[in-house]
């Protein structure tokens, strides 16, 4: 299993590198900036998503919950969680078939053209 990503020290230091006093470890360019840990795993398309943190414990538990995610088949990329309602919905009715298409009616919240409020799918 990937384990997080220690941004801020060098994972192959040169012989002769200096330490840095508070880790004990070769300092990268971006020591000390942002936060520390990074957790990176690949989304069911293969695309390589990425998350930082301050403490290495919470970016080893969020990598563990994307990665089951991902495996299990319920994973939602956290940029498509501000996905509005109404986006979904014109989807998913776009995708159905209907034995009386008449049903739907312009004023029905599937048909998405409904002014339903501005929801986030992740609230």
């Given at each position: 299993m ?8 060098k994972k ?5 590198e200096e ?5 004990g470890?070769?300092p990268?360019?971006e020591?000390?900036?942002?936060k ?16 930082s943190?301050?403490r290495y ?6 990598l563990?919950r994307?990665?089951?995610a991902?495996?299990d088949?319920t994973?939602?990329a ?6 509005l309602f109404?986006t979904?919905a ?5 995708n159905q ?11 029905s919240?599937?048909?998405g ?11």
């Amino acid at each position: 299993m990937a384990e997080p990503y220690d941004r801020w020290h060098k994972k192959r230091p040169q012989p002769g590198e200096e330490k840095c006093r508070a880790h004990g470890k070769v300092p990268s360019s971006e020591h000390g900036r942002g936060k520390r840990w990074l957790a990176r795993w690949r989304d069911p398309d293969g695309q390589q998503q990425s998350e930082s943190f301050d403490r290495y414990e919470d970016a080893r538990q969020h990598l563990t919950r994307m990665r089951g995610a991902v495996d299990d088949g319920t994973y939602i990329a956290p940029k498509n969680g501000d996905t509005l309602f109404k986006t979904v919905a014109k989807q998913w009715l776009a995708n159905q078939t209907f034995s009386n298409p008449g049903r739907i009616t312009s004023t029905s919240p599937a048909s998405g053209t409904t002014s339903s409020g501005p929801w986030e799918i992740s609230s």
